[in-house]
């Protein structure tokens, strides 16, 4: 028989949060993680949730549209008294942005840049006038390992991760004495369609698996257990920092590098 592994569980009954990017992997199981413990969950997202919760309202909502966001923040404030959570989530690696820097399609840079750093801007500005007046509220910012460490042809969203975890930095130390608080999170690798649609471009899923110490990939369940720890009170002395969950990735030092090598990087020494 194993040894007992302990039991949390989170009380959020009367808390309201917004989840961005609510539709996908990990922004669903951080609703869903939210909702189940009685929060009420509003979620925006351009796409449509993979269920029903009669919990977690989705709004569709562009992230890069400052004017869609505010006007959203706003229908949720006349529907309830606060914001006391809002996690920046909702951002973009396409496929074919695993390319270096000069063959990236230029529209396919701004777009990454609009939605995972403006996105992260505009959710966040829109909200903190209402926290301010709360004198309360979480931020937290889903970034990555990339926002430490980088690897082969990612120059597009590798630097809008690092954006992210210092956008949470920032807003962390303007706006601690108004009794908020702002971290980042930063998984490793896990299963959800923004991984499994680019699982080619990093060595498939085996090797991909191998490179996390702990030899899985994560589950957006264990990126959501980290976000709710991180918006409780057992986190209240916590802020202006990253909280990497990884699976041990980030102390081996490598992420989506190719797993075979590309050409144009080998040097053949057996030559
Ligand atoms: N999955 C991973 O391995 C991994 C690793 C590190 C960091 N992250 C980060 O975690 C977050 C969530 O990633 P995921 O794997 O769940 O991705 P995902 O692709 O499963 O979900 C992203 C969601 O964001 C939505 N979205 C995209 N553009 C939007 C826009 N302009 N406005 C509103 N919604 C938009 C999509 O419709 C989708 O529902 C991202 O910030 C990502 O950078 C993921």
């Known amino acids: 028989m194993g040894r007992p592994l302990g039991k949390i569980a989170y009380e959020n009954h009367g808390r309201v949060v917004l989840v961005t990017g609510v539709a996908g992997g990990i922004g669903w199981a951080i609703a869903e993680e939210f909702a189940a ?58 496929v074919a942005s695993f390319r270096p820097l000069h063959e990236i399609e230029p529209e396919l840079l701004e777009q990454m840049l609009r939605v995972n750093v403006g996105g992260y801007n505009w959710v ?24 430490w460490r980088s690897s082969r042809d990612v120059p597009g969203y590798g630097p809008t991760k690092a954006a ?9 130390l303007d706006y601690a004495r108004q009794g908020i608080r702002v971290i980042s999170v930063s998984p490793g690798a896990i299963d ?17 698996a191998n490179r996390h110490p702990l030899g899985r990939l994560g589950k957006p369940q264990e990126i959501a257990a980290a ?27 490598s992420f989506a590098d190719p797993y075979e090598m590309p050409a144009r990087f080998r040097i053949d020494r057996d030559k």
Do not use: K
């Open 227 to 253: 976000v709710l720890w991180l918006a409780s009170p057992g986190a209240s002395f916590v802020t202006a920092t990253d909280l990497e969950v990884d699976g041990g990735l980030g102390g081996l030092g």
């Open 124 to 147: 966040a500005r829109s909200v903190l006038p209402q926290m301010i007046r709360q004198q309360s509220g979480v931020i937290v910012n889903l970034a990555s390992a990339h926002a």
């Open 192 to 208: 959800t369609p923004l991984v499994r649609a680019s699982l080619e471009q990093q060595g498939g899923e085996g090797a991909l």
């Open 164 to 172: 992210n975890r210092m956008q949470a930095v920032q807003w962390a």
């Open 37 to 94: 413990s009685g929060a009420t969950v509003f979620g925006l997202d351009v796409g449509a949730p993979p269920a029903a919760n009669s919990r977690i309202s989705v709004l569709p909502v562009d992230v890069s549209d400052r004017l869609a966001v505010e006007t959203a923040v706003q229908q949720i404030l006349a529907q309830v008294d606060g914001i006391d959570v809002v996690v920046n989530n909702a951002a973009i690696q396409p």
